[in-house]
């Protein structure tokens, strides 16, 4: 398989008939997954699909950000979604999956932590950010980027009464978002490089780069992964992909 | 206070509008979505395939082993992920209450998993669960004698009730919850707890009230089978 898409590739095309900087389509956002959830959302990438939620909690600050909310970030590559997973505590794949879309958030400024500050140094907003994967298609880790700024996006503030959470009853308030961070993966197969890999082409990869995009165009967290290196052309190359290849995901989240 | 009328305005032995729907994971072998009501739960079976770890494998026959999950936001306050005791209880029982209609035999040395997650729950999660779990399993070819259907019955303040909600569940008068599962071929009851105060005659007449429902809920299941099916021959 490796050597078909490879060969493929160097023809100037993909085995799904895609162009090299393009997502697969359609790229569906859905809302309201969860209604005991303060926000939720789900993402189809193709037939890859991941659904995140937003729990809202109150606690002390860390001493390090006294005036500011705080944000965690986790995610389960459920058994449902692959014959590759199985239940159990989250092994290298699943953590590391977490921590990259955890950092694109964070390192964007997308969310406005200051105003989730109730009072300095005493109490503040956390919110909690939990990624689920349905069907692995190949990409997760795009799809659970999208999800999970998708749920803040749709994420309100619950109501809170002496400093006490009501389970249950929420607020009109929005969780202050500046704009969103979108991530875009680009694989290497062989000598190419392609955005939003299929499972085929996942499995052929060799390396890849998943790069944080904020509104601007300017970029907020990258992290490579796979086994074999890249050059710096092709890391230039592949920020430019993925720099072009968020902008049609900004307008399916609007 | 003698409960005279549901909070939802359904009759005591009506059962809340449900929906399923079958194939939901295209990477699964079997796949399915059951909701009643408020309450949503999502299965995939993979299988047959190897058992790990190794010693569980049985030449006699598959291994059936399943996992029930809440997924931390489909609870009013965040449920921590990972297993918990009141999960690895109901992953047994979902277990036990599955395998009657289940003919592994032919499956020596492997093994069938079954994966329950609840995304959204508002009471009768593991009832959702195993009605999901079912059509999962027929989803995936496995060979079965029926179905198995599944409801929560039980007792809010004085009256029998069918399919609880959580206001029900959280009834100031208390409540008791009466989950049970069964093959409406056979009659066979696979799945019956229960915590709370009931006589047994009050028993008896809720299970009564359940095996009905399990009627309703079965044509539920099938015609979600039905429809996957009819729509891939068009």
């Not at chain 1, 944000?71 to 979604?81: C, I, K, N, T, Y």
């Not at chain 1, 907003?125 to 880790?141: A, E, Q, R």
Request: glycine letters at 8%; proline letters at 4%; charged letters at 30%.
């Amino acid at each position: 398989m490796k050597k078909y898409i490879e060969a493929v590739l160097l023809n100037g095309e993909r085995i799904d008939g895609r162009k090299f900087e393009e997502f697969r389509k359609p790229v569906e956002v859905s809302y309201d997954v969860s209604n005991k959830a303060e926000g939720s959302a789900r993402v189809k990438i193709g037939k890859t699909e991941v659904i995140a939620g937003v729990k809202m909690d109150v606690g002390t600050p860390y001493p390090d950000s006294a005036d500011r909310g705080n944000l965690m970030m986790g995610a389960e590559r459920l058994p449902v979604s692959s014959p590759e997973f199985l239940p159990g505590p989250p092994n290298a794949e699943t953590i590391e999956l977490a921590r990259i879309v955890d950092r694109g958030i964070r390192e964007s400024g997308m969310i406005d932590l200051k105003k989730l500050c109730i009072r300095e140094g005493e109490l503040v907003w956390n919110i909690i950010v939990d990624i689920y994967t349905i069907n692995d298609d190949g990409n997760l880790i795009d799809a659970s980027a999208l999800a999970a700024v998708a749920a803040l996006k749709n994420a309100v503030l619950p109501e809170l009464v002496n400093d006490r959470v009501q389970w249950g009853k929420f607020t009109k308030t929005k969780v202050p978002l500046n704009f969103e961070a979108i991530n875009a993966t680009v694989y290497k197969i062989g000598k190419e490089l392609v955005i939003d890999a299929n499972r085929d082409e996942e499995a052929a990869a060799d390396a890849r780069l998943s790069v944080s995009v904020s509104e601007t165009g300017s970029v907020h967290a990258m992290q490579k992964g796979g086994r074999i290196g890249m050059s710096i052309d092709e890391i230039d190359k592949a920020i430019g992909m993925a720099i072009e290849a968020v902008k049609p995901l900004r307008e399916v989240l609007k | 206070m003698p409960y005279d009328k549901r909070f939802d305005g359904r009759k005591f032995e009506e059962v809340r509008e449900m929906e399923g729907k079958v194939g939901i994971i295209p990477r699964a072998d079997g796949s399915a979505m059951f909701r009643t009501g408020k309450t949503i739960a999502i299965a995939a079976v993979y299988g047959p395939r190897k058992v790990l770890p190794a010693f569980m494998q049985n030449p006699k026959g598959g291994v059936l082993k399943c996992v029930y999950d809440l997924l931390s936001f489909s609870v009013t306050e965040r449920k921590r992920p990972g297993p918990s005791r009141r999960s690895t209880e109901i992953s047994k029982v979902t277990a036990d209450s599955l395998a009657p209609v289940l003919d592994l035999t032919k499956f020596s040395y492997l093994g069938v998993d079954v994966y329950v997650y609840i995304t959204q729950a508002d009471a009768g999660t593991r009832a959702a669960g195993i009605n999901a779990a079912a059509m999962a399993l027929a989803d995936a070819g496995m060979p079965m004698k029926d179905l198995i259907t599944s409801i929560a019955v039980g007792k809010v303040s004085d009256k029998i009730v069918v399919d609880l909600d959580k206001d029900e569940e959280d009834h100031e008068d208390g409540a008791t919850d009466l989950p049970m599962a069964m093959s409406t071929r056979t009659g066979e009851i696979t799945l019956l707890q229960m915590d709370g105060n009931m006589t047994q005659k009050e028993i008896k007449e809720a299970v009564e009230m359940g095996m009905k429902a399990c009627i309703e809920i079965k044509k539920v299941q099938v015609e979600a089978l039905k429809a996957k099916y009819t729509e891939a021959g068009k």
